[in-house]
């Protein structure tokens, strides 16, 4: 067996599931425990009235379970959202796995977790997220049928439709901040250079942008000014850069009380999660007349391919799909601006009233 990941040990003696802060109607949460190889897994099953959850599975190195669970409860309610909004079939699900990836990690654990998804008889989809690749989805998907984003059942890495979302979705907020979806001379400062923000970059790139980028890897940053033609930044300042589009695709909570004064463009699009560091910053952009393509509506590119692709599945129908993310968040631009409210406010909107005109 191997030894646990070192581990606080809480002293709680209250039940803190159904009390729990981020619990917000969740159907099921599942604690899974497996004795010979040491996996300490928590499922949350939020919401199955579209279809069955799907949602990544994340390891981490929790330092106690709370803050898994805290995770899997917020994470898990956000691909519902998330899933819903994107016009998908299915509801919102997360697994968190209890371990370091970097070295607790084994083929035993892995397996282990494929079969504790198999026992949930899909109502739970799993797939890669933070500390699993795709080669441990393979284990995984060796024990059950319910993994997404593998060899047998996908289209591989889901970060060139994530780009191709935001691509398409950068260019309908355009269009609805300067009256033109045209990109040519358009300035996009790009925070970030890694899997979704080098192929956004290529595209910017072919539709006549000018690019202003930031990296702390810094070959990726030499990559795209010899590529692209694109001016490097200081990563402190990329956010102020004077720019018609700035594309955060790095980090979260990127949009805070600290940057949000200093922005230097109109328009917010890029790929990052949860990119609001808090609620009340989408209501601070509205405030400045900066329009805020909701994170979780432009970036959804990567979980639709994952969840409609399957063996033999044509590349143009994910991409159809894909491209629709353009549609959707005009239709949020515009909502939003008849109601007078905040983008993200009426994406939630949005995905709620699908989830309640659903069959549940
Ligand atoms: P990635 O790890 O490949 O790329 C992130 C890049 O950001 C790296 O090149 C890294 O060096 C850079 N970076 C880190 N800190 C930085 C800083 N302070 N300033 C500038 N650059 C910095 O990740 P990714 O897969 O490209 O994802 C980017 C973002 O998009 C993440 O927030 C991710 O959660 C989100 N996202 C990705 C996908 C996908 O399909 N990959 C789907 C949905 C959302």
Known sequence: MN??????????????????????????????????TGLRTIIAIHDTRLGPALGGCRMWAYKNDAQALTDALR????????????????????????????????????????????????TYITAEDVGISSDDMEIVAGETRHARGTKATGLGDPSPYTAL????????????????????????????LGHVGMYLAEHLHNAGAKLVVADIHKPSVERAVSEFGARSVDTKKIHAVEADVFAPC??????????????GAPVIAGAANNQLADERHGLELKKRGILYAPDYAINAGGVISIAIARPGTEEAKVRDKVIAIGQTLTHIFERAAA????TQTVADQIAEERLEHSRG
Do not use: C, W
């Not at 030894?3 to 099921?28: C, G, I, M, W, Y």
């Not at 109601?339 to 905040?342: R, S, V």
């Open 165 to 192: 979302g935001v691509f398409v979705g950068l260019k309908a907020a355009v269009a609805h901040q300067f009256g033109s979806e045209d990109l040519t001379g358009r300035i996009v400062a790009i925070q970030g």
């Open 250 to 263: 790095a980090l979260g909570a990127g949009l805070n009380d600290g940057t949000i004064p200093e922005l």
């Open 75 to 122: 994470l898990s309610r956000g691909m519902t959202y998330k899933n819903s909004l994107a016009g998908l079939d299915l509801g919102g699900g997360k697994a968190v796995i209890i371990a370091d990836p970097r070295t607790d990690k084994t083929a035993g654990m892995l397996a282990a977790f494929g079969r504790q998804v198999d026992r949930l008889g899909g």
């Open 339 to 342: 109601l007078d409210l905040p």
């Open 3 to 36: 030894a646990p990941v070192a581990r606080e040990r809480l002293t709680v003696s209250e039940p803190s599931v159904f009390d729990h802060p981020e619990f917000k109607n969740h159907e099921q949460v599942v604690f899974g425990f497996d004795a010979a």
